[in-house]
């Protein structure tokens, strides 16, 4: 079984170099930014002499260059997409173009990888609650469903009990959006006195957050909806990176597509993903060379395993999904947390409709404190509750608080658990 593992990572890595060879020979003639960083690849000592690259590169580049910077293979006029980064993480959003190929590539990917993973098939209705604007997320789940042949329906520009409605009556099977407003739907169904858990779902596939890798958020989603739950990692400037497979214990990485490394923790060197590894993922694209990406530090925090999978997949798996944004880590008292870890224990709670994490400075010390809204009931207890919990799984002492129903905000993309006073 080891060895012919063994022979599979191998041809994996065979694969991959040959891509990077064949697709850097028309980057490094015609592509202004990536010219000057990089130099001909033709074995995997020549990769790692590469330098990494930081989403601040590429925010200057497209400030000193607007609107598209110089990553750009091809003249403008080749161009048929762009799509913009949300900006969640704090930085100047990035606008994306992308040919007619490269996206063709993310079509595929979320055809043959994430849906194909999730178990959607083309008899499948699938219901997409985005907003119809420039993030990414919405139009490739619509490229990659309507690539499968299955039915598509688009949610944009609808409100919340509009999207429950439509679900009911067209029968969607198959919910793609975020795990956070996945739960917000659940709620304004049940304020609606519609029960979704009876209805026609089946699926859900979820991006923009690590709630569907966190075991009681996405038993929380899949016991009020009646459905089972999809993670799937990606990124605007990067591309469809991952999806949880059956055994749904973490986030297998599209290796086929993509070349993985890892950035050790107090390390500045990143290596090939081997098993066990813990840091920060980097990641190479060889499918989108019209405005690729090469060695990019997606900030994203993880541990690989290379373990076999009873899924049968050869791919490395992330433990556990992305385990949080490396500058998300907060330390209350010598403990380092992160927000997925807390969102784990709060969604073991079913009254908790919604919560928040505050972190502000006080004397020079960390102060971190939960807000909670409740969803049933009046929460007599929960903040002790809590408190008692995080302290025993993890260790640091923080405060708890209720706070009145409705007063937290809700988001129909990526939910802000952090918020920095």
Not at 14 to 24: D, F, I, M, V
Not at 130 to 157: D, N
Not at 260 to 271: K, P, V
Not at 332 to 356: C, K, M, T, W, Y
Request: net charge neutral.
């Amino acid at each position: 079984m080891r060895a012919s593992f063994t022979s599979s990572l191998d041809a994996i890595r065979a694969e991959q170099l040959e891509r990077l060879r064949a697709g850097l020979e028309t980057v490094l003639r015609s592509n202004p930014f990536w010219r000057e960083r990089l130099h001909d690849v033709r074995s995997w000592d020549d990769f790692d002499r590469l330098p990494l690259t930081t989403k601040a590169d590429l925010v200057r580049d497209q400030g000193a260059h607007p609107p598209f910077g110089t990553n750009l293979t091809y003249p403008p006029e080749r161009y048929v997409r762009l799509h913009q980064t949300s900006g969640s993480s704090g930085t100047q959003p990035l606008r994306w173009l992308d040919d007619r190929d490269s996206w063709d590539w993310w079509c595929r990917i979320w055809a043959e990888h994430v849906y194909r993973s999730a178990g959607v098939t083309a008899s499948d209705r699938v219901f997409l609650a985005f907003s119809f604007g420039p993030f990414i997320g919405f139009w490739s789940a619509f490229g990659g469903a309507e690539r499968l042949g299955a039915l598509v329906v688009p949610g944009g520009a609808m409100t919340s009990e509009q999207r429950v409605r439509t679900m009911l009556e067209v029968g969607a099977t198959v919910l793609c959006c975020t795990p956070t407003y996945a739960l917000r739907l659940a709620e304004v169904a049940e304020e609606m006195g519609v029960d979704l858990s009876s209805a026609a779902l089946r699926l859900c596939v979820h991006a923009g957050e690590p709630g569907a890798s966190i075991p009681a958020t996405r038993d929380a989603i899949e016991r009020r909806l009646g459905v089972r739950c999809f993670d799937h990692t990606g990124m605007t400037e990067l591309g469809p990176t991952g999806v949880s497979c059956s055994q749904r214990d973490g986030v297998h990485l599209i290796e086929s597509e993509f070349v993985f490394e890892i950035l050790e923790e107090g390390s500045t060197r990143a290596r090939l993903a081997e098993h066990g590894m813990r840091g920060e993922l980097v990641a190479t694209n060889l499918g989108r060379w019209g405005s690729p990406l090469i060695r990019y530090r997606t900030g994203d925090r993880v541990e690989v395993s290379r373990e076999p999978c009873s899924c049968g997949s050869p791919y490395l798996k992330l433990v556990g999904g992305l385990l949080g944004r490396v500058d998300d880590m907060i330390t209350v008292r010598g403990v380092n947390l992160f927000p997925s870890q807390i969102e784990d224990l709060v969604r073991r709670h079913p009254q908790v409709a919604e919560f928040v994490i505050e972190h502000r400075r006080e004397r020079e010390l960390d102060e971190v404190t939960l807000l909670i809204e409740c969803g049933e009931g009046d929460g007599q207890g929960l903040p002790e509750r809590l408190v008692a919990d995080i302290r025993q799984a993890l260790g640091a002492r923080i405060e708890c608080r209720l706070v009145p129903p409705g007063s937290l905000p809700r988001a129909e993309l990526k939910a802000r658990r952090l918020r920095r006073l």
